[in-house]
């Protein structure tokens, strides 16, 4: 099983940056694909980007590349989400979560998936 932490969030201006942090418990946080999902209010939970077990494959929503960068450090049980050039559209309540990693399979894309979640981390991007 594995707890989660997101850290990070705050209040930004536009074409400002933030990071996320999300913190696992547990030792087997490397046989996990991570993921970024965000819910902005009145809208449905979306996903943001996710990574594989290794530092391998990694995926954005259009909306963010270019612009967001995901990466983890497993000695740290860490994943992160950079954010630059932050937009008002991009305020939302942002949570990491894990997935069991399964060979030859990539990070999945939608949140029943995901089997842990963090709390979430409020991030509000003014004009």
């Known amino acids: 099983q594995v707890q989660l932490v997101d850290t990070g969030g705050g209040l930004v201006r536009a074409g400002g940056s933030l990071r996320l942090s999300c913190a696992a418990s547990?030792?087997?946080?490397?046989?996990?694909?991570m993921a970024w999902f965000r819910q902005a209010p009145g809208k449905e939970r979306e996903i943001v980007a996710t990574i594989g077990r290794n530092n391998g494959r990694t995926y954005y929503t259009d909306s963010v590349k270019g612009r967001f960068t995901i990466s983890r450090d497993n000695a740290k049980n860490t994943v992160y989400l950079d954010m630059n050039s932050l937009k008002p559209e991009d305020t939302a309540v942002y949570s990491c979560a894990a997935n069991v990693a399964r060979f030859g399979v990539p990070p999945p894309l939608a949140s029943e998936e995901y089997d842990y979640w963090g709390q979430g981390t409020q991030v509000t991007v003014v004009s």
């Open positions: 547990g030792r087997t946080f490397s046989a996990y694909n």
